[in-house]
């Protein structure tokens, strides 16, 4: 469509440089015709490109409302706000508050970031660790989890919403739970500086299982999630998991573009 405009563009100048040495009636109108065209197909164009971007924006916006009931769901707040008032009927003040802190907290990222397709890597971590927290409380210590990001990594850069928290989710619900033993949960953040990417591992110590056929529902949507924000991106983000059958255990590695853009504004074509 550029070119074309580039070009019905070229045609006019030269028309109307003919018309300035040449004093012909039809050549002049043959200018007007030319140009009122160029302006109508520009019209239309930018009209096309305007309801593009609304239609876009509403998908992410769909998909974020779905994302973040994935990660709030009534079935996990109701079981978290038992296990506090367990703690409370125990007496147990202090792990009333620190869970009510966490679950404070979560709340208030779910609601005060609608719109915001990148979260703050420390917003996410932290979202990450107040859940596990409240969850290895709920099911008494079946699991414990370690968070270990490099000091170089910078934590204001972004990744996508819920990203993480998504993939160790699965990694709880789906891999060490269902085996009723204790399993172990690992998170790792680093950065390759020469390729300027951050690097989220997340592994857990559970049965090997194929994240293509989970039937996690939040799987299929952060992948969507990303799969769009690619979509208008130079820069990619790419996800892989590994399932080791022999030894047991997965890995989910995200690489994430530290100059990765969460604008729905499209990459200039």
Partial sequence: MKRNLIIAGAIIIAILLISCLVDLFAVKLMAVLLLTAAACLFYQNQQKRTQKALERQKEFYDLEMEMMKGSLNPHFLFNAINSISYSINKNDVTTASANLGALSKMLRTSISDIGVFGHELSEEVSFVKNYLTLEKFRFNKQFDFTVKQMPYVNDMVRVPAFSIFCYVENALKKGILPTGEHGKISLLI????????????????????????????????????????????SLKISVKHVADKELNGNVTELRIPIDFSYSLSPVAE
């Fill in 190 to 233: 680093d950065e390759d500086k020469n390729s300027n990417t951050l690097i989220i591992s997340i592994s857990d110590d559970a049965p090997a299982r194929d994240l293509k056929s989970t039937d996690d529902p939040n799987i299929p949507m952060i992948n969507n999630l990303i799969e769009r924000l690619n979509s208008i991106n």
